[in-house]
């Protein structure tokens, strides 16, 4: 299987940008999808996870910003991010579990940056 991020990009602190990762390469359905980040200098973060009934799990610091959103059908998980800080800028990385695994797959990662 292999993901594919798209999405990032530059923009000014209070915007927002949507991230989207699309699997493929496989008839397997996904356990969970999600996203993690991973900032210059830091070790890399989750920041938002769903499970394939819709479960969501989010980072302390995106909850009431960032909504993750995922389309089964498609095998497609989405990340929406509102009220960006420049503490956003990250790489984000797409991640997804299939069912029966214990190895997750991630994407190549989509660099966000925020301005101040």
């Known amino acids: 299987v292999q993901l594919q991020a798209s999405g990032g990009g530059l923009v000014q602190a209070g915007g927002s940008l949507r991230l989207s990762c699309a699997a493929s390469?496989?008839?397997?359905?996904?356990?969970?999808m999600g996203w993690y980040r991973q900032a210059p200098g830091q070790q890399r973060e989750l920041v938002a996870i769903?499970?394939?009934?819709?479960?969501?799990d989010y980072a302390d610091s995106v909850k009431g910003r960032f909504t993750i959103s995922r389309d089964n059908a498609k095998n497609m998980v989405y990340l929406q991010m509102n009220s960006l800080k420049p503490e956003d800028t990250a790489v984000y990385y797409c991640?997804?579990?299939?069912?029966?695994?214990?190895?997750?797959?991630w994407g190549q990662g989509t660099l966000v940056t925020v301005s101040s």
């Open positions: 991640y997804a579990l299939r069912w029966g695994r214990s190895t997750a797959t």
């Open positions: 390469g496989s008839s397997d359905r996904f356990k969970n």
């Open positions: 769903i499970s394939e009934g819709g479960n969501t």
